[in-house]
C-alpha cells in the first residue's frame, strides 16, 4: 500500500450497532487524526495521536473512541452509532511536527439509519 | 469563538482568473493551508502559509495578510479539472487545525 487507506468506503449501519472504522498508514508518520465531514459545515476533529500509545480528543468526540497500538493503525469506533453520526470520516496522517501537512485517506461514507 | 469564512460558491469560465477569499479569527496563529475537494474524493494539500506575502506554485498562488486575518487562493488559466471544492484551514494556538466550510468552484466552459 501507498499512502493512507481506510475501510470501509462506505456503509449502512443501523442505530445502536457497533462499528470500527479502519485507517492505515504506511509513511510512518507520527501524528494521525480522524475528521467527519457535513454539508455545509468544515472538517471538524474527532480524535488525534500525535504518536503511538498516546490519543487526544478533538472538537467532537462524544460517542467515539480511538486506539493508536502503533505507527501505523488509528481505528475509530462508534461504540453505539445514533443517526447524527451519518457523515463522511476522513482520517489522515502527519509528520508529527505541529506545522506539517496533512494527508487524507479517501474517506468512509457512514449512514446510520 | 473561531471562525473561518469563505463564500460558499463561486463560479468562473475556463482560461480565466478566480481568486478565493479567505478570512479567520482564531486563538492565535501558526500557520494557514489551503486545500483542494474534489466531489467524493479526498481534500488534497495546495499549499501553506505563515509569513505575510504571496506564495506561488504553478497556476496556484497564496497570499496571506497576519495583520487582517485574511487568505486568498488566486486560481490562473483556469481549467475544468479545476472544479472542485477549495478549503481554507488555520492552525490555532494549540496547533490545531480549525477549518473553514469550503468553497465549491464551478467552472463553465
Known amino acids: 500500500i501507498a499512502g493512507i487507506t481506510q475501510a470501509p468506503t462506505s456503509q449502512i449501519l443501523a442505530a445502536g450497532r457497533r462499528m470500527t472504522l479502519r485507517c492505515t498508514q504506511d509513511m510512518r508518520h507520527n501524528a494521525m487524526y480522524w475528521y467527519r465531514q457535513d454539508l455545509g459545515l468544515g472538517l471538524r476533529l474527532i480524535h488525534y495521536s500525535n504518536t503511538a500509545g498516546t490519543t487526544g480528543k478533538g472538537e467532537v468526540p462524544d460517542g467515539y473512541s480511538v486506539s493508536r497500538a502503533n505507527t501505523d493503525d488509528f481505528p475509530l469506533t462508534l461504540a453505539s452509532a445514533v443517526p447524527s453520526q451519518t457523515s463522511a470520516y476522513f482520517c489522515a496522517s502527519g509528520g508529527g511536527s505541529s506545522t506539517d501537512t496533512q494527508y487524507f485517506g479517501p474517506g468512509t461514507r457512514l449512514t446510520v439509519l | 469563538g473561531q471562525n473561518i469564512d469563505q463564500p460558499t460558491e463561486m463560479t468562473a469560465t475556463e482560461g480565466a482568473i478566480v481568486q478565493i477569499n479567505c478570512t479567520y479569527q482564531?486563538?492565535?496563529?501558526?500557520?494557514l493551508f489551503w486545500y483542494q475537494q474534489h466531489a467524493g474524493e479526498a481534500p488534497t494539500f495546495l499549499s501553506y502559509?505563515?509569513l505575510d506575502g504571496l506564495e506561488e506554485k504553478g497556476r496556484f498562488s497564496s497570499f496571506l495578510s497576519r495583520s487582517k486575518g485574511y487568505s486568498y487562493l488566486l486560481l490562473k488559466e483556469l481549467q475544468m479539472k479545476d472544479s472542485a471544492s477549495y478549503l481554507c484551514?488555520?492552525?490555532?494556538?494549540?496547533?490545531?487545525?480549525?477549518w473553514g466550510a469550503g468553497t465549491k468552484l464551478i467552472i463553465k466552459p
Open positions: 502559509n505563515v
Open positions: 484551514a488555520v492552525l490555532d494556538s494549540n496547533y490545531q487545525l480549525i
Open positions: 482564531t486563538s492565535g496563529f501558526n500557520g
